[in-house]
């Protein structure tokens, strides 16, 4: 998904052991099990991501973890480190002299049949290297990509009648940029979305700017946005966004948003995710484990839904409380316990779990019945949404495969990492018209960037590419970020950004606390693409539509 996969792969040499040895690590290693397996990949995965290096291509001997660092990895505590090493050579062998060749052969759509070949691979999902996966993966995403570049489906935003219906209402979403988006391409041939680079043309009604890939980033920015605000009503920050417990920056599927409407446009979301995958386009959106478990097929577990509702599952323990009371008797539980057989949904409902619910109350004696519908229910909220993104995904890349992944790998292939990698984004930039690597005003450049926080880095990548992420690698950079000289030089003017082209003319100023000021005014106020053209001669309420039209290849 995110990795390159090359026909040949480097590894490093690994010291020659004789048979004593090689027998004594085995048996050190005797009670080794797949949690172990699954712990030391994600701590090399760490030590290679830091090192710019694939998995493959780690040296074992720097696999020599501090017992602070361990506390990351508990299952790996008190493990020698020559195990570990020697742990990690099996694990790669594995991959490269046997997994490498048995994919391809194998038929994931079979993967939910316990008796499968497919089945059993898949627990061994978090094992494979990420590489061993890419290999297959993009193979197939090659076969199937119908085109690439810039040409693609050509369809028409209206983003004065997006700002208008925000002011107005709109109930269903369809004035937004991601409802005109939706309407005009959810429908189209999916054929017409299987594409590399570009996916689609867009023109901004009213407005100036040309797409060559800077409106079709920013178009898909707007969507996002879109997405995770009160105008669509497809998603809701998570119940603990009110301040109790972790993840207060995700957003769940609203689970009464049940209509043939909301679910199409839920397939919408999904297909969205498979373009993002395909073309790696990264999508500026925070889901939790819930929703990329439900779509990759992973048992969903209350613990997932603990970590965005906690406060529900706090109401479910104060009957396990209340029952562990040495003293309890049935007369004071049911005194203690003012509860019915109701839950209360993400968005605000009430549940009823049985026929009159909300008439029945928690006794000691149905206790237990009430636990076990209540969890089941909120472990279940989203799965109707959850199935109508995985419908859509699948009409972009080939579904079955989904089983060989994890949920942090595809969370990771379709919404990149939030955190805008300083060293990662220098990797990828270029200087030109006179600039240097080594000129003052480029260190004064980096060393600005680095002040900045994880929300200014965003806006200014939406300032420069049209998009708030960056890929996962280097080798996703399909253009380097470019950094040139304006014509005048002072402390007034503002550097000026080509979205379409990844470009930045900065001007040399004369400190640090200048050009800050001046970038974070840039990419605060200077969102609009080609500012001298204003919205004009644009219906700000009409709902006609252009229809989509296929550009010729």
């Not at 290679?48 to 020599?64: C, H, Q, V, W, Y």
């Not at 509702?309 to 104060?318: E, G, H, L, V, Y």
């Amino acid at each position: 998904m995110y990795m390159a996969m090359t026909d040949s792969v480097t590894v490093p040499k690994v010291p020659t052991m004789t048979q004593i040895q090689l027998e004594e690590l085995q048996n050190k290693s005797s009670k080794w099990n797949l949690i172990m397996d699954e712990q030391l990949l994600e701590y090399a995965n760490i030590l290679a991501e830091k090192d710019n290096l694939s998995t493959f291509g780690l040296d074992s001997a720097i696999l020599n973890p501090s017992s602070e660092f361990l506390n990351q990895f508990p299952a790996l505590l008190g493990i020698p480190t020559d195990v570990l090493q020697f742990r990690f050579e099996c694990l790669r062998t594995f991959n490269l002299k046997y997994l490498c060749h048995v994919l391809s052969l194998i038929d994931f759509s079979q993967a939910q049949l316990p008796w499968s070949l497919a089945h059993q691979i898949t627990k061994l999902k978090d094992i494979i290297f990420m590489r061993t996966k890419a290999g297959l993966w993009n193979r197939i995403l090659a076969q199937t990509n119908t085109g690439s570049g810039r040409g693609g489906t050509r369809i028409q935003i209206n983003r004065p009648r997006a700002l208008r219906a925000k002011e107005k209402g709109d109930l269903d979403g369809s004035r937004s940029v991601f409802g005109q988006a939706f309407r005009q391409l959810h429908f189209c041939p999916p054929a017409a979305l299987r594409r590399r680079g570009q996916v689609w043309n867009v023109t901004y009604s009213g407005e100036g700017g040309t797409d060559a890939g800077g409106l079709f980033r920013d178009s898909v920015s707007h969507i996002c946005s879109d997405l995770q605000s009160p105008y669509v009503p497809l998603f809701i920050p998570c119940p603990n966004s009110g301040g109790f417990g972790d993840n207060a920056e995700k957003f769940i599927p609203r689970s009464g948003a049940t209509s043939s409407l909301h679910l199409s446009m839920f397939s919408f979301v999904g297909k969205l995710m498979g373009i993002a995958i395909r073309a790696k386009h990264i999508l500026n959106l925070d889901f939790p484990s819930v929703v990329w478990k439900g779509i990759v097929g992973t048992e969903v577990t209350r613990s997932d839904v603990e970590s965005i509702d906690a406060f529900s599952f706090k109401m479910m323990d104060q009957i396990v409380t209340a029952e562990r009371q040495p003293d309890m008797t049935p007369d004071m539980f049911n005194e203690l316990i003012d509860m019915t057989f109701t839950v209360q949904s993400s968005d605000g409902r009430e549940i009823e779990l049985v026929e009159n619910g909300k008439t029945q109350k928690v006794t000691w004696e149905n206790r237990r019945q009430y636990l076990s519908l209540a969890e089941k229910w909120k472990i279940s909220e989203f799965s109707e949404q959850i199935q109508a993104m995985k419908s859509g995904l699948g009409t972009i890349v080939p579904i079955q495969l989904l089983a060989m992944f994890s949920w942090r790998e595809l969370e990771l292939s379709v919404c990149g990492k939030r955190e805008v990698n300083l060293e990662l984004l220098k990797r990828n930039t270029k200087y030109a018209n006179g600039y240097r690597k080594t000129d003052a005003a480029i260190a004064m450049f980096w060393r600005v960037f680095n002040e900045f926080s994880t929300k200014d880095r965003e806006l200014f990548l939406r300032f420069v590419w049209g998009r708030s992420r960056l890929p996962n690698s280097h080798e996703d950079f399909d253009e380097k970020f470019v950094i040139m000289p304006t014509h005048v030089n002072n402390d007034n003017i503002l550097p000026i950004s080509h979205t379409c082209f990844f470009q930045l003319e900065l001007p040399a100023y004369s400190s640090d606390e200048v050009m800050k000021t001046k970038i974070l005014y840039a990419i605060n106020e200077c969102r609009e693409i080609d500012a001298d053209h204003q919205a004009q001669n644009v219906d700000w309420d009409a709902d006609a539509e252009e229809a989509p039209q296929e550009d010729d290849e």
